[in-house]
């Protein structure tokens, strides 16, 4: 199968390999400690792990599509507001 079409570089890479070993862990941290009980957070929702890792992930692709709709800077900046939003989301969500 050709993918030619598809611009890999190494940075595409390197973030659906962040993506595969985040929900590994995710599931690892699930067989380890079975349940993860929700919490209710800042937004009045019950929300699990897996709820707050979805969160961060969706969250992350929004911050990066607004920071190349609206600055022509480098994703450095936005990589780290998705980092520093998705510690808040585990931590307040």
């Given amino acids: 199968m ?3 079409w598809m611009a890999w570089t190494w940075q595409t890479a390197a973030f659906f390999i962040f ?7 995710m599931g690892l941290w699930e067989k380890i400690e079975p349940g993860g009980a929700p919490r209710h957070g800042v937004l009045g929702l019950d ?3 897996g ?10 692709a929004y911050i990066h599509l607004g920071w190349l709709a609206f600055t022509g800077a480098p ?3 936005a990589t780290i507001i998705s ?5 808040a989301v585990f931590r307040w969500v």
Avoid: E
């Fill in 19 to 25: 993506i595969g070993l985040a929900i590994l862990a």
């Fill in 51 to 60: 709820d707050r890792l979805f969160i961060s992930l969706l969250g992350s």
């Fill in 2 to 4: 050709d993918l030619s």
């Fill in 83 to 87: 980092v520093v939003f998705a510690l």
């Fill in 75 to 77: 994703l450095w900046g």
């Fill in 47 to 49: 929300t699990t792990r």
